[in-house]
């Protein structure tokens, strides 16, 4: 599933064009991952992309599952994906600075969602109970937290262990 499949190679910059082109330089250092995150507001590289060749190269990658690091610049990419299934979208409208938006917004028809941005052990019980009021009752999401989960710029795996512990009560089945 896209939410329990790990590790992520991230794409950003020069690597999503030769991402859509078949670049094999490209294919073969995603090779070892499951899933692919499109970062295409880092250093505006969606502004090079076609939203509908990127789709399309998705859609024949099924071996990959693709997350689209979501920001407004780029909300008019996710027509192109509304049948491609190994896609997911990650809302991060900080795109990667670590900054908790004002509201959670809710899922968007036909993608699955996720949802990143300021994570960390002293603001995910809040964010939490804000993403939960945000998604469906059944629906299946995750959260993404990469900055918030580091000390001094070193994975921190105490960290980790705090957002786990206060994660458990959010989890299907728990």
Known sequence: SLHDALPILHLCDAALPALVSGDKTVLD????FKRIQL???YMDAGRALDPAALAAR???LPQWEFIIQYGKKYKHFLSAFDDVPNHAVLFDGSAGEGVVPGAWPKPLDGHAC????GLNPDNMQKNLEAIAQ???PDYITWVDQETGARTDDKFDLA???RVLAIAVPYARGA
């Open 134 to 136: 945000a998604v469906p």
């Open 29 to 32: 250092l995603m090779k070892g």
């Open 58 to 60: 998705v859609r024949a």
């Open 39 to 41: 970062n295409l507001e």
């Open 114 to 117: 996720g949802y990143a941005g």
């Open 159 to 161: 960290k980790v262990r």
